[in-house]
């Protein structure tokens, strides 16, 4: 079987290269197509081909603000135009993520199509509306869990198009041969370590998490992430807090990943909205005590694996308190543990997920 996985825009590019070597390994002829990934290294190939198909000029130039989006635009038909050519060579194309939904969902490859939500429905009726366009034009709809699967028939699309195949846990960080050390005001740190990763965008609740991190004494927590919100406010509610808060704002690269992880006690997403988060999948890779908000397929990793410890929504006495009691509870923490090493070995391994994921081509190519 022939598969193109497609990301445009690069958008999650651990995830896109993490699903293509599982499909190759299960015994498919996998290609990626996708642009230049501009913030650091990415996983080699393994099997798989990768074809940078978009945004050449753009990715090229390094531009930054509305000249990088108005050059982007121009160059973004004719990349799916190119698209439709490129796709000939498929027996399936499984679409990651869509740049300009209302104007791609007529340029989409005549091909079978997958499309994979990673992201929450939008709540007006106007958005859902476009939405639903969107992904009518597919032949499978793909969720990461069962909440986003019950969403996804509400919208009104036919529920044997949607499938639920889970997101998978990042073990590959866990064996990388040349990791790098963690930043050399980082090492020496004695105590726990609570660990928020990722993006640095208001609604994964940062400020929550500082809120609740106020009165904790004997940690650390690290805010490690590229900020795309201004972090003066952050840094503010930081310096009220009793113990030492640290932010490293910059983008990660895979390499400097492991030493993060490896280092926190506690990895935590206060998250107020989302759908998945490949920061819990990183942290369920490295077995990692987790504490989560309650939100979109957190709740089922938390529910049917316990490998979350859960909180509700915007919760910060909550948060507070699940926090310290996980701090002063080993135990509690070594169990979290375990269950997320044994989550990560089980149904969010990529072999399972890529058999999981060719039983939805298979059941969308012709007779």
Known sequence: MRVQVVDPPAFTPPYDRALCAALADAGAEVELVTSR???GPVAEPQDYSVTE???SRSTRRRLRGQARRGLRLAEHVPGMRRLRAHALAADVVHLQW??????????????????????PLPASSSARARQRALLARMDA????????????????????????VPHGAFEHLTRQAAG?????????????????????????????????????????LWIVGMPRMDLAPLRALAG???????????FITDPEIPAYFRRADVVVLPYREIEQSGVLYTALAFGKPIVASAVGGFTEVGERDRAVRLVPRGDRDA????LGELLAEPEQ???LAAAARAAADGQYSWPAIAERTLDVYRGILPA
Do not use: M, N, Q
């Open 141 to 164: 709809v793909i969720a990461h869990s069962e909440y986003a699967a019950a969403d996804l028939r509400d919208l009104g699309l036919e529920p044997t198009r949607v499938h639920r």
């Open 333 to 335: 923490r070594e169990d």
């Open 37 to 39: 990934f501009e913030y």
């Open 319 to 322: 948060l507070a308190a699940a």
């Open 180 to 220: 790098r050390p963690l930043p050399e005001e980082l090492r020496d740190v004695e105590g726990p370590v609570i660990l928020f990763f990722g993006l640095i965008r208001r609604y994964k609740g940062v400020d929550l998490l500082l809120e609740a991190f106020r009165e904790l004494t004997d940690a650390e």
């Open 53 to 55: 198909l978009f945004y």
């Open 98 to 119: 869509l740049s300009v939904p209302d104007l791609d969902r007529f340029l989409l490859p005549k091909h079978p199509r997958a499309f994979t939500v990673h992201y």
């Open 240 to 250: 009220r807090c009793r113990s030492t808060v640290r932010f490293v704002d910059r």
